[in-house]
């Protein structure tokens, strides 16, 4: 028997909800699945797991329906297997401060799953506690709130549902830019007071058709930002670590730039795709800033704390950053004083972007099967790892570094 320890955001302050709006989730099948298939080839899946994430999500939805399953009271949908399989699941959401939940079940915990949206923090001190915990699953994408270091020196392997909700993230980016660029916000907050003042609306909106987009990261989220940027008639410019294929670059039109700072003030949009390590946190500072052109719109959907906050706060007093968008913070749950919730022109969100009910439908069924493989003794495939044995592998080789 197990012991597996869940750590996932809390209920609505409704309740959990009795029903949905929509009775059916879409299948991954079709355009889904050729988009996956279509990524460049270092950040593209294999088809034999492309088409076993469809396997294993349509089985999924026949179980499960269509549930709100990443708060406590949704369990993940893991209730009824561990009770027939014999394991014992406990599930919370008090993670903070050294009396939570978290710190009274990790040290007796086998399995360890949290969410990016509501992550909890397994540092080096927690890892040293945790004698018997094995496994650290991440389910969805970016495995930041793990020391990885600790848990490579500790033999704890670290796994997460690699881009399983990617697409779900970048409809997100997508919607703030246009959010931002069109005066969405303002104009319906107009709107919902009764107010009909069109020149008000339309004094700070644009088109984004032509306009110069730069994303910071281009792997599997930044390039399906990419590619729907792309649609919408913008110059498409990127800058990573490891540069996309001539070919590929030729079919979307992007311009490479060698780092963020070379590209800053060159854009009109610049958008963050980049995983969290020590070398790229504060990444967005007051020096990068500066560099930026006057009135720049700036969206980070990847992590709070690539950005400096204060200096984030100051470029928008000045008038280098027209809007900020995003919907990460640093810490999460960001405090009710946090200046990016009353900064004028701001449209950030909880972290919400990669948890909707159909993006917990992809992650939440990869969870399940990396949970099962490992309690069975069986494999899980390569691109799921993020720490395996005392060093980075799969995915994690990829995006991070000790």
Not at 191 to 197: D, E, K
Not at 298 to 304: E, W
Request: aromatic letters at 10%; glycine letters at 6%.
């Amino acid at each position: 028997m197990a012991k597996i320890l869940c750590v996932l955001y809390p209920d609505p302050q409704a309740g959990y909800p009795p029903k949905y709006i929509r009775d059916l989730q879409p299948s991954l099948k079709g355009p889904y699945a050729e988009e996956l298939l279509s990524l460049p080839e270092k950040i593209r899946p294999s088809e034999a797991v492309v088409k076993h994430e469809n396997e294993i999500y349509e089985a999924f939805l026949k179980e499960q329906k269509n549930q709100l399953l990443g708060c406590v009271s949704g369990k993940l949908g893991l209730e009824k297997w561990c009770k027939d399989n014999g394991h014992e699941l406990i599930v919370v959401s008090d993670k903070d401060g050294k009396d939570s939940d978290f710190d009274k079940y990790l040290p007796e915990a086998d399995v360890f799953i949290t969410q990016p949206f509501w992550p909890a923090y397994l540092t080096k001190e927690r890892i040293q506690k945790a004698k018997n915990l094995k496994i650290a699953i991440t389910a969805g994408i970016g495995s930041d709130h793990v020391d990885l270091k600790a848990a490579a020196e500790a033999g704890i392997s670290v796994v997460e549902a690699t881009g399983s909700n990617s697409i779900s993230v970048a409809e997100h980016i997508v919607m703030m830019a246009l959010s931002l660029v069109r005066n969405y916000l303002p104009a319906h907050a107009l709107a919902r007071n009764g107010v009909w003042n069109i020149a008000d609306c339309v004094s700070r909106s644009y088109d984004l058709a032509n306009m110069r987009f730069g994303a910071v990261g281009s792997g599997r989220i930044g390039y399906a930002v990419l590619k729907r940027m792309k649609a919408f008639g913008c110059e498409l410019h990127y800058t990573q670590r490891h540069r996309l294929p001539e070919a590929v670059e030729k079919e979307l039109g992007l311009t490479f730039h060698k780092t963020p700072e070379e590209m800053a003030p060159h854009m009109d949009i610049i958008s963050a795709h980049i995983p969290l390590y020590p070398q790229t946190r504060n990444l967005f500072n007051e020096a990068f800033f500066a560099k930026v052109n006057h009135g720049t719109y700036f969206i980070n959907c990847a992590r709070g704390e690539l950005v400096d906050m204060d200096a984030l706060k100051k470029a928008q007093e000045e008038g280098k950053i027209a809007a900020y968008a995003g919907d990460v913070w640093f810490p999460q749950p960001a405090p009710a004083d946090h200046p990016w919730r009353t900064m004028p022109f701001n449209g950030m969100t909880p972290h919400m972007s990669g948890t909707s009910l159909s993006a917990q439908a992809r992650y939440i069924s990869i969870t399940h099967e990396m949970l099962k493989n490992f309690l069975a003794g069986k494999p899980i495939p390569e691109d799921y790892y993020i720490v395996k044995g005392d060093q980075l592998s799969g995915t994690g080789a990829q995006s991070y570094k000790l």
